[in-house]
């Protein structure tokens, strides 16, 4: 896949700058090895959405309001909807992956994050490898059945993440 430069003119000066445009209903990835700037990338996207001054580094970075970020970490779970990525719950939970209630697991608060964010129809979602669960990116050796990554989702069931992933991928 080629990533097409995205041209912008700038409405003070009428300079034209060329940079990278992350599109609606695209699934963008970021990889490389440790320390090499990819968490670092998404903080500053997320700060693109804020006033910043000249000189702070963040001059030609523009970003949308309302950007979510779905991490892992264990929290409560109240009526949590699952059920994108979980067939089953967890020993330890009541309810059931629409509903689900007790002490969530870092997967399973993520699925929460994500699909509420879906539901939001939130502009831009932004998931940090570094801080996520990582049985809910990609498939496992050890993974149960009972959970779909987001990965076999974007490859298989694209229309199941609504309007988020329901174009083509560009190649």
Not at 22 to 46: D, I, M, P, Q, Y
Not at 127 to 156: F, W
Request: hydrophobic share 45%; proline share 5%.
């Amino acid at each position: 896949m080629e990533l097409d430069p995205v041209e912008v003119e700038l409405a003070g000066s009428g300079r034209v700058v060329t940079g990278l445009g992350l599109r609606r209903r695209e699934a963008f990835a970021v990889a490389g090895s440790n320390a090499e700037g990819k968490s670092t990338f998404l903080h500053a996207v997320v700060a693109g959405a804020d006033d910043h001054v000249a000189g702070d580094g963040r001059e030609l970075l523009v970003s949308v309001n309302g950007i979510a970020r779905a991490e892992a970490n264990e929290q409560g779970l109240v009526g949590a909807d699952v059920s994108l990525f979980f067939r089953s719950l967890p020993p330890g939970l009541s309810g059931e992956p629409r509903a689900a209630y007790g002490w969530g697991s870092g997967s399973l608060v993520m699925a929460h994050k994500i699909q509420a964010a879906l539901r939001a129809a939130v502009p831009l979602l932004i998931l940090d490898e570094d801080r996520a669960a990582t049985n809910l990116l990609v498939p496992g050796c050890l993974q149960s059945a009972e959970v779909t990554p987001l990965s076999a989702l974007l490859a298989t069931r694209r229309e199941a993440l609504g309007r988020w992933a329901c174009s083509s991928p560009r190649t």
